[in-house]
């Protein structure tokens, strides 16, 4: 039995094109959490210390930022430098796998822009709809 696996997920995984199975579907929620997507697209950009991005991102609590930070370098995609200076400082930096999510990201921004007014349109509709119920 080669190139299959019995565990779902795994690499040799024969689960139906499209479909999205366990591990996947975990990374995925990582990615496209609420500020997952927002901090991989701002360190892209630049590097950044812990307080620049909790200004950057307004509405984040620093539990929430700490916590998607510790995600994203647990997966690969961003990594932690401490600083060598007085006082001590933390920098967060985009890693050579994070940064292959930067065509994907803005390929979805872009589609955000092209597409807001039609989603825009959908949403008055389904409102107005919702309100005659």
């Known amino acids: ?62 539990k929430s930022l700490t916590q998607a ?3 994203l370098e647990r997966n690969g995609l961003v990594e932690r430098q401490v600083l060598k200076q007085r006082p001590i400082a933390v920098e967060y930096r985009i890693t050579p796998l994070g940064r292959t999510l930067d065509k994907p990201f803005l390929t979805l921004l872009a589609w955000t822009a092209d597409h807001l007014a039609e989603v825009e349109q959908h949403r008055d509709a389904y409102d107005q709809d919702s309100d005659n119920l």
């Open 69 to 71: 930070l510790r995600r």
């Open 1 to 62: 039995m080669t190139g299959t696996s019995t565990k779902p997920g795994t690499p040799g995984d024969q689960a139906a094109p499209g479909s999205i199975v366990g591990p996947q579907r975990e990374l995925l929620d990582q990615l496209l959490d609420k500020w997952g997507q927002l901090l991989l697209t701002s360190l892209c950009q630049q590097p950044r210390r812990f307080n620049e991005l909790k200004r950057e991102l307004d509405g984040i609590t620093q």
